[in-house]
């Protein structure tokens, strides 16, 4: 039994992957076609099977670790993320590496990977991404299936090419204000969240009701790489907002998309709204709420090492990087405060 790219219709793109399902034996054999993921043309194998629960052994190829992978890997990232590993493994991992087992990865079937990803078109930083993909799985497997050998070398990915990042220019103070008026009271606390609480997106989406420490004013978050902290509450605005939706929600995420019943993902067609509403003319996006966030405690003069734990940096150098971009007017302020003439 087994699943395997279909020979004459499998896609190299998202949403229309095809699937020889092999099942049975001798006269009963079967070889079926099936439309969608591997994630669900393997269920369908398993449907077949009377062995669809076994546990995985130390010898086992690539391709099975797929599912218990990925049952893992949805609580670890956010939604798109999963959909993006979801793909890879659909028009690649399978496909190249399925049969094998870890230990037989060798510098030559990376490199003939690499090869013919490039003959099909793909760019050097999207083959390093499914690289990545591939040793993330791999990574799990050594640490979570007993005896398994992991990998023999290492998986070298293309070179980075040298670029400089343009500077973020937050937005000012008024700016944010003038957003904040326009978003509608649904997304009025997922805003703030970012704008004036600091949290990334997919932190912001997924406060929920037992996350908030009422008594000390303080939200539980979980960051990057599961590393907790507590963010207090940093303006009066968003205290009051949050006390307004807590009195609706006693239990559960703390805002929901109506249409699916679950948390939203992003809210870019809602500030996208809200700007144009605003009269900003330049783009914004969840990261720029957070960015500005970041910059206006600095120009109010917060401690970096205060700051660092409130953004969730690992290191205070990407914390630093936020006081060496500031604004003029902050460093001459602080040049004043020092002569004594402020």
């Known amino acids: 039994m087994s699943v395997r790219p279909h020979r004459t219709k499998h896609k190299r793109y998202s949403g229309e992957t ?58 670890e990232v956010a939604a798109r993320t999963l959909k993006d590993m979801n793909d890879t493994i659909d028009l690649y991992i399978i496909e190249h590496f ?36 591939l040793s993330s799985m791999l990574k799990w497997a050594a640490n979570n299936v007993e005896g398994c050998q992991g990998l023999k070398v290492d998986i070298k990915r293309f070179p980075k090419k040298k670029t400089t990042s343009p500077q973020v220019v937050p937005l000012n103070k008024r700016q944010v204000d003038a957003i904040y008026k326009h ?41 990057k790489g599961n590393r907790p902290r507590q963010v207090p509450y940093l303006s009066n605005r968003f205290a009051d907002e949050l006390q307004r939706v807590l009195e609706k929600t006693l239990d559960g995420y703390l805002i929901i998309n109506p249409k699916t019943e679950r948390p939203y993902v992003t809210i870019l067609k809602e500030l996208e709204r809200a700007r144009i509403k605003a009269g900003i003319k330049r783009a914004v996006n969840h990261h720029l709420l957070r960015h500005s966030f970041a910059t206006h405690c600095a120009e109010r003069g917060m401690n970096p090492h205060a700051l660092q734990k409130i953004l969730g940096h690992a290191s205070i150098e990407t914390t630093n990087k936020i006081y060496t971009n500031v604004s003029k007017d902050f460093v001459g302020d602080e040049a004043r405060r020092l002569r004594g003439l402020k």
């Open 18 to 75: 095809w699937w020889t399902v092999d099942v049975g034996r001798d006269e009963g054999r079967q070889l079926i076609s099936f439309e969608g993921t591997y994630v669900e043309a393997k269920e369908l194998e398993n449907e077949y099977s009377a062995d669809s629960s076994e546990a995985i052994g130390p010898s086992a190829p690539i391709k099975d670790f797929v599912i218990p992978f990925l049952e893992w890997y949805e609580n």
């Open 98 to 133: 399925g049969k094998l087992r870890p230990s037989q990865l060798t510098h030559k079937v990376i490199n003939n990977f690499k090869t013919a990803l490039l003959e099909d078109g793909l760019k050097p930083i999207t083959i390093n991404k499914h690289l990545n993909y």
């Open 183 to 223: 978003i509608q009271p649904h997304f009025r606390l997922l805003f703030m969240l970012m704008a004036d609480q600091g949290l990334r997106v997919h932190e912001a989406v997924k406060v929920e009701a037992a996350d908030v420490d009422e008594e000390n004013e303080l939200i539980h978050v979980i960051g």
